[in-house]
């Protein structure tokens, strides 16, 4: 008798874990976009770099260059995407990653203190100034790693 409720709690641990295991990205279906225009290419880079900030589950424009970025789509990793208005020069932006998707309404983890799982990584980042004109390229900076 004693034993039923112990089955009865390891298989709903069991079934958490699983529901857990079986979801490999945030998902909201409504929120899909378009695929990456992988076909533009990238013409440039310039001097912005891209900071993750782990912590809040953000990254951070820091735009140091003298050309101010107006109504321009965003893409990291060559999947996710969201739309900025602008970027203004010698600004910084901070932009949640928990706003950007992909054309399958799937978006990257975006770390912060509670998060489940470790955050993608931002190793790619792209500014598309219009649908015909190459990519231009954003400097990546790699997270602060606390290597204690």
């Given amino acids: ?73 965003l893409w990291l990793n060559q999947r996710y995407v969201r739309h900025v208005d602008e970027l203004g020069s010698g600004r910084t932006l901070e932009l949640p990653v928990e706003s950007f998707w992909d054309e399958r309404g799937e978006g990257p983890f975006p770390g912060g203190w509670f998060r489940y799982y470790q955050p993608t990584p931002i190793v790619l980042v792209q500014i598309q100034v219009a649908p015909d004109k190459p990519l231009v390229g954003l400097i990546a900076k790699p997270p602060d790693v606390d290597r204690r």
Avoid: E, H, W
Avoid at 6 to 15: D, P, S, T
Avoid at 37 to 45: C, D, E, N, T, V
Avoid at 60 to 72: P, S
């Fill in 1 to 73: 008798m004693r034993a039923l409720p112990m089955v009865i709690v390891a298989l709903a641990a069991a079934a958490c874990a699983v529901a857990g295991a079986c979801q490999r990205y945030p998902y909201d279906p409504t929120k899909a976009t378009r695929p990456y225009p992988a076909q533009l290419g990238q013409g440039s880079l310039v001097d912005i770099q891209v900071i993750p900030d782990i912590g809040n589950g953000s990254i951070k424009l820091v735009n140091a260059t003298g050309t101010t970025y107006r109504d321009f789509d």
